[in-house]
Structure formats: C-alpha cells, structure tokens
Nanobody, 117 residues
Framework: QVQLVESGGGLVQAGESLRLSCTFPAHLLSLYIMGWYRQGPGKQRELVANINRYESTNYDDSVKGRFTISRDDAKNTLALQMNILKPEDTAVYFC???????????WGKGTQVTVSS
C-alpha cells in the first residue's frame, strides 16, 4: 500500500511561517512528481507547488517568493516551507505523488493550515 502522511499544519497569524512535511514509502520511486495541493473553504483543490526528480519546481503565482517546495528521496520526505503566510493561504494541504506516464497518483489525507489576520 502507498500511504502519504502530512504533518506540520496549525494555526498561525498572518506573516508567520509553517513547514509542512509529507512522508512516503520507500517503494515510491524518485520518478514520481511530488507536490502539494490545497483546498480552501468553498474552493476546489488547486496545485500549490510540485517538484520532480531533477528538483525542477512549479509554483502557483499566489505563493511564488513565499513558499518553497523540497524533496529528500533518501529520507522519503517532501516538505513545503511557507513564509509570510496570508489569510488566503488558509486551506487543507494535501501531499501528492504522481507518475503521469503510468496514470498513477496518490494522495495524503491532508493537514489543516489556518492563518488569522
């Protein structure tokens, strides 16, 4: 079984930082594209950032310059450093692993991030 487990969410004030982590099984190869998605209240799930095995990254415009995604395949860990948090960042954040060429995707159950003003 492939299980992704997120941690690090919480309640913070605007301007503060949080670091989210996601652990995945060793069986999940580095070929997978790892990413963070989020779903805010009343909104659809959206891509926050992702990273491939070459450490090439993509970020949603709303988080560029504030969030940093990283992966450590040796430790089976994906992270999202979130700085200068804003109330609009409030959402459930999900860890994702995808291997598009094999039509495979896995999801974590999410971790809540709440940013107060």
């Amino acid at each position: 079984q492939v299980q992704l487990v997120e941690s690090g969410g919480g309640l913070v004030q605007a301007g503060e930082s949080l670091r989210l982590s996601c652990t995945f099984p060793a069986h999940l190869l580095s070929l997978y594209i790892m990413g963070w998605y989020r779903q805010g209240p009343g909104k659809q799930r959206e891509l926050v950032a992702n990273i491939n095995r070459y450490e090439s990254t993509n970020y949603d415009d709303s988080v560029k310059g504030r969030f940093t995604i990283s992966r450590d395949d040796a430790k089976n860990t994906l992270a999202l450093q979130m700085n200068i948090l804003k109330p609009e960042d409030t959402a459930v954040y999900f860890c994702n692993a995808a291997f598009p060429r094999l039509n495979i995707t896995y999801w974590g159950k999410g971790t809540q991030v709440t940013v107060s003003s």
